[in-house]
């Protein structure tokens, strides 16, 4: 089992960044295949979610247990899940807005295609997925 988790912290970078990287390729793909132009709009779920997994990202998993010492002298673990806490609303904020801008290209013809639609859930999701594989093993000790 310890090797099971040495094995993920040395793989689990590589495959969040893979993970990553493929959302990003999805949407790149949709903007430039579209045939029309793409609103800022339909961006911003893919850059909110990014930011959201870098939030999630800045928090170590040690310091959520109720164990953990501060520094400070204060309790400051409410802080930490306060950051948490919003790191996973706006993650969720990016999912409902990119399914709500597939809704949305679903139904009109005059916006970008489906696939804009699809590619920007696709996004959403692989980021955010991408940000918890990285979350699980860079703080392996």
Known sequence: MENLALLWGIIGPG???AIFGAGWWFWVDAVVCSAVQVSFLHYLPG???TLAALMFNCVNKDEIGYDYY???GDDSEWRVKLWLFVAYVVSFVCLAGSVGLLVQDALTNKGPS???GVAGVLQCVLVLISGLVYWTCHSED
């Open 15 to 17: 495959v969040s960044g």
């Open 114 to 116: 489906v696939w804009t």
């Open 47 to 49: 850059i909110f979610a």
């Open 70 to 72: 501060s520094p400070y």
